[in-house]
C-alpha cells in the first residue's frame, strides 16, 4: 500500500513539474511574440522618420530572423553539450535586454548609427531567440510525449495570442507614453521571465557525454529522406506570410486613414483565427492526415492573400482587406501546425527511430526553415512594396503557396490510391 502511495506521489510530482516547466516555456513564447509583433505597427513609420526607406528597414526587420537561420542549424547540433536549461534562460534573457535597448533608439537621431544599432540589436535579440526557442521545442516533445502534435499546436497558439495583443498593447502604450514604452516593459517582463525558468526548470539530464558527429551523422540520413525537403519547404512557406505582412501593412493601411490604435487592431486580426490551433493539432493526432490539412491550409492561404491585396486589378477595400486577414490567421494556423507534424512524421514514417537527434533535427528544421522565410519575407516585401506597391507585392506570397497547393494535392492523391 506505502508502495502505491509512494508511486502516486512521484507521478503527481511529474506532472507538476512538467506544468511548471510547460508555463514557462508558454510565458517565454508569449512575451517574445508580443515583443516581435509591435515592430508591425510601430517600427515602419518610426524608422522613416530616421530617413530609411521602406527597403532598408526591409532589411532590419528581416535581420532578426535571419541571425535565427544561421545559429539555429548550430544550436540544433550542439544543444546537447550547451545544455536544454542555460540556452532557455540565457535566450530568455538576451530575448528581454534587446528590445528594451531597441526601444530607446528612439533618442538616436542620425540615419548611420540608427541603422546601425538597429541591425546590431535586431540581431541579438534574434539569437537569443533561436537559443531558447531550440532549447523550448526539444523540451517540449518530453512534456507532452505521444501528443506532439497537440503540444506544438499549444505553444503555437501562445504564439499566436502574442502575436493578437502585441500590436494593440504596443499602439496603446505608444500613444499613451511614447516609442519606447511597450519595448522596455515587455523586455523588462521577459529578464524576468528569465530569472523565473532558472528557478523553476530542472536541471540538464541530457546526455552531454553524446558525439557530435553522431548528430551530423544523424542529420545527414535524415536529409537524405525526399520528402524532408518539401515539409521544409512548407515549413518556409509558412514563416514568410506574417513577417512579409510586418513588413508592409502598416502603411499599407495609411490609405484609409485609421489612428495609431486602430492600426493595431488591423494586425491582431491577422492572429484572430489561428487561436484555434489546437484544434488542428488535435484533428491531425486524431485523424492522422496532415497531407490534408496542409492542402486545406495551402488553398485557404491563396484566398486569403488574394483578398488582402487584393489581387491586381480589384480596387483596394478595407471591409475585403479586414475579411483577407482573418482567413489569412485561419489559414497560417493550419499551415504551422501541419508543417511540423509532417516533418516529424516523415522522418519516423521512413524507419528513423524517434531519439533526441530526430527530435532536434525536427526544432532545428522548423526553426530554420520558419527563418529563411522569415528573412526573406519582409526583405522581398520592402523592395516589392517600393518598387512596385502593395498589390502586386502580394502575388510573392501567391506562388509560393500555389506551390504549396501543387505539391500536398499530388501527396493526398498519392496517399488515398494506397
Known amino acids: 500500500m506505502e508502495n502505491v502511495v509512494s508511486k502516486n506521489s512521484c507521478i503527481s510530482q511529474n506532472r507538476i513539474s512538467q506544468i511548471k516547466v510547460f508555463l514557462c516555456m508558454c510565458l517565454a513564447n508569449f512575451l517574445q511574440n508580443v515583443i516581435a509583433s509591435i515592430n508591425g505597427p510601430l517600427y515602419p513609420p518610426e524608422a522613416e522618420s530616421k530617413g530609411l526607406s521602406p527597403a532598408t ?20 547540433v550542439y544543444m ?9 534562460v540565457i535566450g530568455v534573457f538576451l530575448n528581454g535586454i534587446s528590445p528594451v535597448l531597441f526601444g530607446l533608439l528612439d533618442f538616436v537621431d542620425s540615419y548611420t548609427p540608427y541603422l546601425i544599432l538597429s541591425l546590431l540589436l535586431r540581431g541579438f535579440e534574434g539569437f537569443g531567440a533561436i537559443l531558447f526557442l531550440c532549447s523550448m521545442f526539444m523540451m517540449s516533445t518530453t512534456v507532452f510525449h505521444g501528443r506532439v502534435a ?29 516609442y519606447a514604452a511597450p519595448y ?47 515539409f521544409i519547404y512548407a515549413c518556409g512557406v509558412s514563416g514568410t506570410g506574417p513577417e512579409f505582412l510586418t513588413a508592409i501593412l502598416e502603411p499599407n493601411l495609411r490609405q484609409f486613414s485609421l489612428g495609431k490604435v486602430e492600426v493595431g487592431l488591423v494586425f491582431c486580426l491577422v492572429a484572430f483565427l489561428q487561436l484555434v490551433s489546437p484544434l488542428w493539432g488535435y484533428l491531425i493526432d486524431i485523424l492522422k492526415k496532415p497531407h490534408l490539412f496542409a492542402l486545406i491550409g495551402s488553398i ?9 491585396g487584393p489581387f491586381p486589378g480589384i480596387n483596394p477595400d478595407y471591409g475585403i482587406l479586414v475579411a483577407g486577414l482573418v482567413t489569412f490567421g ?40 520558419t527563418s529563411v522565410g522569415a528573412t526573406i519575407g519582409p526583405l522581398m516585401a520592402g523592395v516589392l512594396y517600393q518598387e512596385f506597391g502593395f498589390q502586386n507585392a502580394t502575388l510573392f506570397l501567391i506562388v509560393g ?12 492523391n498519392r496517399n488515398n490510391l494506397k
Open 401 to 412: 503557396n500555389l506551390i504549396l497547393v501543387h505539391i500536398f494535392s499530388n501527396l493526398h
Open 57 to 76: 528597414y526591409g532589411v532590419v526587420l528581416s535581420f532578426f530572423r535571419f541571425v535565427m537561420l544561421v545559429f539555429g542549424p548550430i544550436f540544433g
Open 300 to 308: 485557404v492561404m491563396v484566398t486569403a492573400v488574394v483578398m488582402v
Open 184 to 230: 522596455i516593459l515587455f523586455g523588462i517582463l521577459q529578464m524576468i521571465t528569465s530569472v523565473l525558468a532558472a528557478w523553476t526548470l530542472p536541471k540538464d539530464t541530457l546526455n552531454t557525454s553524446s558525439s557530435i558527429s553522431n548528430s551530423l551523422r544523424g542529420y545527414l540520413e535524415i536529409l537524405k529522406i525526399p520528402s524532408v525537403a518539401i
Open 80 to 88: 546537447e553539450k550547451i545544455g536544454l536549461k542555460r540556452a532557455f
Open 330 to 369: 485561419l489559414a497560417q494556423g493550419i499551415l504551422s501546425v501541419s508543417s511540423i507534424t509532417n516533418l516529424r512524421l516523415s522522418i519516423m514514417q521512413n524507419g528513423i527511430k524517434e531519439s533526441m537527434i530526430s527530435i532536434s533535427f525536427v526544432s532545428m528544421g522548423y526553426l530554420t526553415a
Open 150 to 178: 497537440m503540444s506544438f499546436a499549444i505553444l503555437q497558439t501562445v504564439f499566436l495570442v502574442g502575436n493578437s495583443i502585441g500590436p494593440l498593447l504596443g499602439s496603446l502604450l505608444n500613444s499613451s507614453f511614447g
